[in-house]
């Protein structure tokens, strides 16, 4: 039977050597997404509001594109900083996907919250709405995937 100082001691040495495998969020090489919501939740709701959220990091972003489902239609979409603050950018939907190119490159740190406006879906059911994300680097000349922005609505 192990004694209690042992546990404990084991316990410590495990939490003193998390910062030394496990990345943390500034470190991150790529961009990612961090939440995403639909206000109201109700599939119902005549104009909702889609948002989700990327931190940039690595790398300058300088466009942003995402994927929009089959059944929906989007009025407005919007880039807002961490501060409130609209991010400038010019907004092209063509072949179901929303391609936003920001006019000065988002600089590595930075949390966007990307805002689709009056969003209708034409099955008016609860459902989970996945629009793929993508950015692209100043660098580059191709898009690199950075997940499925992942929306959730009710029938209630």
């Not at 690595?58 to 466009?63: D, E, F």
């Amino acid at each position: 039977m192990f004694k209690l100082s042992t546990i404990v001691l084991a316990g410590g040495l495990f939490l003193a050597s998390v910062p030394t495998w496990a990345a943390t969020i500034q470190d991150a090489p790529v961009p990612y997404l961090t939440s995403s919501r639909s206000v109201p939740r109700n599939a119902l709701a005549p104009f909702a509001k889609y948002q989700f959220g990327l931190n940039v990091s690595g790398y300058p972003v300088s466009q942003l594109s995402i994927g929009l489902p089959e059944r929906m239609t989007v009025g407005r979409i919007s880039v807002r900083g961490a501060d409130g603050q609209v991010i400038e950018a010019s907004t092209m939907v063509e072949d179901r996907t929303a391609v936003i190119k920001f006019a000065q490159p988002v600089s590595p740190g930075t949390a966007l919250r990307v805002e689709l406006s009056s969003v209708r879906t034409l099955s008016m059911l609860g459902r989970v709405w996945l629009m793929p994300v993508t950015v692209r680097g100043t660098e580059s000349a191709k898009d690199l995937s950075v997940g499925m922005a992942r929306i959730h609505t009710y029938n209630n």
